[in-house]
């Protein structure tokens, strides 16, 4: 079942509006989370510091010592650190003394205000072993850190988190040090974390509404402004084209389409294209001979490929940031390779290496629809990946013949030579930094265009200094085949480019050429041969943006 451009741009936005909705939700949980995280964290580490530097050793002493519950100094101390517990709003806070596997209360605070339970407290001595306290292997391995640290006479360099059935809380314990700096006694000091939890996910619910209905506008215009500008132009090219294959009628038919983007290009390239084959059947008509009928076919195809290829070189003249150089030498008088390169704007060059399936007219007229999909995709300024995606869906619809084409897509941005790529299942580029030798890139491949719809593909990016060169081909190279069948391969065009002596991007091309004849001598060409070179200037160039 076929499903029209409009739904498809409208499921496809959808799921973008719901990606972006719980992208934004959840950076801003996650930001809000870490905040209060490293807060929480700086609270409960300062407060247990503060606090046990605040007790006298002596009066610590007195308090552990045998009794010391009975003493002046103790209720001085249980007061002090209850005061300290409700105006800092601790958990629980209380003086303790570990060992290797119990810990021992002297202290426990208890704010009735706070909704502390008297019966809830711990008395006086008490000593609970790790294995009784602990709510499971987590909280108890938390007290024996607690005990590694005291040992050392140092205290834990960040909170001990429990999540469990006795909540989400932070721990803090700092040693309180004799004269001799060898640990006494500590402070416990616990922060529950549960109303942080709260807030948090409160944030991320308001986040959650408040994003899906910003970016639900923005789609519900979106979608109209795309109904109008993309969708509707492009349904009435394909019903003009739909109605020119049923009719087979292509005698001085054209469209007309005033957008004033790519899409009028578009059709204007439909247009030229039916002129061409208009030329073709009237060329058909006078003829007599098969193979005269043939040969008119051929050359009415040919003109069309050379004139949508760029033949003029040097192609940037005034540029002196970069040098340029392509070629293509068909197997037949027509081919399914194509190559590309223009400037999207002053600043950035786009370079297309592609190969279409099969071989003649019907690959060199899928070929011109390619080029101009491609191109007319680049000059909105889309990345490459997203120019993937959208040529591929765009060449899948009425794709009876089941043909398919190879890209290579590479955007440079000459002021600073990084160059965005990306590759659907084309041969891998290879690349030559300055005074180096060619490498292969071999970059990650996506599927075949026009193979099947909504297909992703990834991006990359390469930076190619002063210098620096880069070479795309068509697998006519590697599989330019001898009178043994032996092919030619990748290895020998890396050894051709290598030992090869140029000057310039035209001439590095005419070597490797000159590498593949001398290879393959008298055996037929099965395929097309199309290569493309590009050389960052090895000057320093203004650019105005």
Known sequence: MKIKLLPKFVISLVTLGVVLTLSISLFSYTSSKKYYENAYAERVLIGSKTIAEMLSEEDVKTIIAADGDQTETYREM?????????????????????????????????????????????PYASDILYTDAANGDDDLQNYHVIWDYYSKNEAPPMPLV??????????????????NGKAIAEIQYILDMKQVRQHLNSILYMMFGISFGIIAVGIVFYILFVRKAVTNPLGKLAQFTQDITLSSEFHKKSISINTGDEIEE??????????????YLDNLQKVTAEKERIGAELDVAAKIQADMLPCIFPAFPERKEFDIFASMTPAKEVGGDFYD???????????????????????????MISKTLIKSAAQTGMSPKYILEKVNNQLCENNEAGMFVTVWIGLLEISTGKMICANAGHEYPAIRRKN?????????????????????????????????????????????????????????????????????CKDLLQAVHKEIDGFVGDSPQFDDITMLSLRISDIDCIVEN
């Open 436 to 504: 180096g030798q060619f490498e292969l890139l071999k970059d990650r491949h996506g599927f075949v265009l026009a193979g099947m719809e909504d297909m992703k593909y990834t991006e990359y990016e390469i930076t190619l200094e002063p210098g620096d060169m880069i070479f795309v081909y068509t697998d006519g190279v590697a599989e330019a085949t001898n009178a043994e069948n032996e092919l030619f391969g990748t290895e020998r065009m890396l050894e051709g480019l290598n030992s090869a002596t140029y000057e310039d």
């Open 341 to 367: 390169f223009f400037l999207v704007d002053n600043n950035h060059l786009a370079i297309v290496m592609a190969d279409v399936s099969g071989k003649g007219v019907p690959a060199a007229l899928f070929m």
């Open 78 to 122: 249980y007061e002090l650190m209850n005061k300290l517990k409700e105006d800092n709003e601790v958990t629980y806070l209380s003086l303790v003394v570990p060992d290797e596997d119990s810990v021992t209360f002297y202290i426990d605070t208890c704010v009735e205000s706070m909704g502390d339970l008297p019966e809830n407290q711990i």
């Open 162 to 179: 429990t999540d469990n059935s006795y909540g989400y809380n932070y721990t803090a314990v700092c040693p309180i040090l004799d004269e």
């Open 266 to 279: 578009l059709g204007n390239s439909f247009n030229y294209m039916l002129e061409k084959l208009d030329e």
